[in-house]
């Protein structure tokens, strides 16, 4: 049957032709039909819509290969949160290169597994130029940097922690990071059976050297990691990483930064200052799926000396049998926690060939200088307030001034009713972020992480708009209503009204 055809060998470009005719079509009828960055409805509605074209997903008699593409991918297309959209900007998610899912393609097609040379000869030799490029991007001295490629920074942290604990003798070592830190770092710990981490004050949303001063002392004898982040998930604030490698070194403690958000700062020669110090890490997190415009899984692993790896060895015969490598086949099975794993060093080194670093680099500039506009139109709005302490990296952090008038707790569930208002209505994807005010009180704040590499600030100043109205409604309900995604659906239904009509952004 025809949906049996493989995509690889000789005639495997034939077939995947027509079919990702089919698929283009499906995608370029999706965002008008969805009419902006999410569906509107909630959670209840797009699970209806997408049964009504998805199921049954296991059918006793298929449907056939264009039929089951064209259901399936409008289905996830006219259901997704896009990315691409500039009013989805409540994640770390960025709509990848054109150049990057083509390259995925490929990858698909030929479905190299990189856990050994038989399996990917040239995808090996593309990961290693890759992990090559990137460690000498990390750590520009180092004699012997190497890399790896992960699935992101929760892989990448973990297997930091992982390569920290196999050095660290005698005893259990004791990770020391900040209350600023990612969430992955305290599972790895966990997961590794380490100690839970010992974490120290931040001060404006970054590790307060003195405060890890004092942690890493009450600790001596140890064996220590300290984990910094440059740039983290609320705020894009970068930890004072110069300060931190020299308290670490005066401790005798490894360090480790989660550079999974500014990482790519590097690529800039403008803005590359911003993480001086991170060449004295031993380990780096850096992703490309943030500030790299990759499909998602597109993590890196960079240590400042290959050897670090070497914990990760061993032999299963099948793989990597001694006298195989002793004959000279390249022993993959060693560059990852995992065995089966996607080429995914492929897009990244087609999009680095495409663009070049001072590409790179530009478009990491333009997504800075984008979040900074943003960030002084917020300031500029007489119904917004911009929380104090500045941008970080693509960070732009804001409120409703409406919200300012009420007690924290209504001002806080004002603002968690405007972006769960906007979900529901399908306008935009905002984000969350708990974080300090100038007076020190920690409070609830819309966050916007700007990655689109093309969006001009005149694109996303529609937002604003959104948010003032969105916040005005919320204000005047009663605050049991606040934001209820379920109740706006249902409304609208009971009553034959429609969600109101939603401003397109520009693309």
Request: a negative charge.
């Amino acid at each position: 049957m025809r949906g049996g055809l493989v995509a690889g060998g000789a005639h495997g470009p034939e077939h995947l032709r027509a079919l990702t005719a089919v698929v283009l079509d499906a995608l370029a009828e999706a965002a008008p039909a969805r009419g902006g960055p999410l569906p509107a409805g909630g959670p209840e509605a797009v699970a209806q819509s997408t049964r009504a074209l998805c199921s049954p997903v296991l059918p006793e008699e298929g449907i056939g290969p264009e039929a089951a593409l064209g259901d399936l991918v409008r289905a996830v297309a006219e259901g997704a949160a896009d990315p691409a959209d500039p009013a989805c900007v409540a994640h770390l998610h960025c709509p990848p290169l054109a150049v990057a899912a083509a390259a995925e393609l490929a990858g698909a097609a030929l479905n190299p597994s990189m856990d050994s040379w038989d399996q990917a000869p040239a995808a090996g030799v593309i990961e290693e130029l890759t992990t090559a490029a990137l460690a000498r991007l990390v750590h520009p001295t180092a004699p012997a940097p190497d890399a790896l490629i992960t699935s992101g920074g929760t892989e990448s942290n973990l297997v930091a922690l992982l390569l920290a604990r196999e050095r660290a003798a005698p005893g259990p070592l004791r990770v020391v990071t900040g209350a600023n830190a990612h969430h992955s770092v305290h599972r790895a710990a966990w997961m590794l059976g380490l100690p839970a981490p010992t974490v120290v004050a931040c001060s404006d949303g970054r590790i307060d050297p003195d405060a890890l001063d004092r942690a890493l002392a009450g600790l001596a004898g140890a064996p220590l990691l300290v984990v910094a982040t440059a740039g983290t998930t609320d705020e894009g604030r970068i930890d004072p990483l110069p300060e931190i490698a020299r308290i670490a070194e005066r401790h005798t403690a490894q360090l480790h930064v989660d550079a999974a958000y500014g990482g790519p700062l590097l690529f800039s020669d403008r803005l590359a200052a911003q993480l001086a110090g991170l060449e004295q890490a031993a380990t780096v997190t850096f992703d490309l799926h943030k500030l790299g415009w990759q499909p998602v899984a597109a993590g890196v692993l960079a240590v400042a000396d290959a050897a670090m790896l070497a914990p990760l060895s061993l032999r299963a015969d099948y793989l990597n049998a001694d006298d195989d490598t002793e004959a000279g086949l390249p022993d993959l099975l060693g560059r990852s926690i995992r065995t089966t794993r996607r080429p995914d060093a492929l897009k990244m080194a087609v999009t680095f060939r495409a663009l070049g670093r001072r590409g790179l680099g530009e478009l990491v500039e333009h997504c800075v200088r984008t979040a900074h506009e943003f960030g002084r139109a917020v300031d500029a709005h007489p119904q917004l307030r911009l929380r104090p302490g500045g941008i970080g990296i693509s960070t732009v952090l804001f409120r409703p001034a409406v919200a300012d008038a009420l007690s924290d707790e209504a001002g806080d569930a004002v603002v968690a009713a405007v972006r769960r208002t906007l979900l529901a209505e399908g306008r935009a994807v905002l984000g969350r972020a708990v974080a300090a005010d100038g007076d020190g009180r920690s409070r609830l704040w819309l966050k916007a992480t700007l990655l689109h590499p093309n969006a001009a600030t005149a694109d996303l100043l529609p937002l604003l708009d959104l948010v003032t109205a969105a916040a005005d409604r919320a204000v005047s309900e009663p605050a049991e209503d606040r934001g209820e995604i379920r109740g706006v659906r249902e409304a609208s239904a009971a009553d034959g009204t429609e969600v109101p009509g939603r401003e397109r952004l520009s693309p």
